[in-house]
């Protein structure tokens, strides 16, 4: 039979080989380009939260919701949701500017929602992002398949002709 003392022994190699192999894979997953993310360093995660256009029209008629159209000018001149404002993701400067602009609307109690041309558009989720990445602090709601599906509930859209205005 082992006796108490090699058991022991075993037991405490089994543990340190445990250790170490645990200590060797945590690094190659830190250092290997493909690694796992362990704790997301992304700020966006869990703030950014997609809706459907019922959600968000619900939010709409309660007036407890800032609607910020991400596209760009011509496509919001050209129609949006009504009484939605303009901020758009790109270019990065002008979408800067139009944040300081609205800063005190963006800071209000009302919740946001972005949004854009439809699903395969991010400029919605880049806006978000940047809003994070500025220090908004609040969830932000991403219509999830845009001013199509909005318009497809035939939800109120403002249609301007007159490319002056914004």
Known sequence: MIEMKELKKV???????????????????LFHPRGYVLVSRDRAQG?????????????????????IDSRDKRDYLRKH???????????ESLSLKKINEH???????????IYCSGRSCETDETLARRLLDLGYERHIFILYNGLPEWEAGDYPITVQNDEKRE
């Open 81 to 91: 949701i009504e009484g939605a404002i303009h901020i758009p993701a790109v270019p």
């Open 11 to 29: 037991l405490r190699e089994s543990v340190l080989i445990v250790l170490i192999t645990i200590i060797i894979a945590f690094t190659v997953n």
């Open 103 to 113: 800063f005190g609307l963006l800071r209000g109690l009302k919740e946001i929602v």
């Open 47 to 67: 703030k950014i939260v997609f809706i459907s256009s019922v959600e968000a029209k619900i939010k709409h008629a309660h007036g407890s919701a800032l609607f």
